[in-house]
């Protein structure tokens, strides 16, 4: 089992950048098949991006690519999300997700039943 932790999460106006992190502890955080979902008020919670054990492949939900980047350094057990070109449509709970696995990212990976563990999730707010 893994657990994770979140932080990078604040207040930013629109067209700014931020950087989430997630930090793993556990036993063999390097085989985990990391992503990042969302959730805003109202909504259900929403695939944002994924990325590979190896960092080698990685997906992204359309709403954010071309502006987030997913990307992972295992000597440090974490898990990153740069974000750039905020929109206030960003504003949400970030969650972080982890699933034991070697696979390249699926389409199957955008569901939110194909993760074993979560994070408690860090606020993104982007004011207008």
């Known amino acids: 089992q893994v657990q994770l932790v979140e932080s990078g999460g604040g207040l930013v106006q629109a067209g700014g950048s931020l950087r989430l992190s997630c930090a793993a502890s556990?036993?063999?955080?390097?085989?985990?098949?990391m992503g990042w979902f969302r959730q805003a008020p109202g909504k259900e919670r929403e695939y944002v991006a994924a990325?590979?054990?190896?960092?080698?492949?990685?997906g992204y939900a359309d709403s954010v690519k071309g502006r987030f980047t997913i990307s992972r350094d295992n000597a440090k057990n974490t898990v990153y999300l740069q974000m750039n070109s905020l929109k206030p449509e960003d504003t949400a709970v970030y969650y972080c997700?982890?699933?034991?696995?070697?696979?390249?990212?699926?389409?199957?990976?955008?569901?939110?039943?194909?993760?074993?563990?979560w994070g408690q999730g860090t606020q993104v707010t982007v004011s207008s």
């Open positions: 997700a982890a699933v034991p696995s070697y696979s390249s990212i699926g389409y199957y990976h955008q569901s939110r039943e194909r993760y074993d563990y």
């Open positions: 556990g036993r063999a955080f390097s085989r985990y098949l």
């Open positions: 990325v590979s054990w190896s960092g080698s492949s990685t």
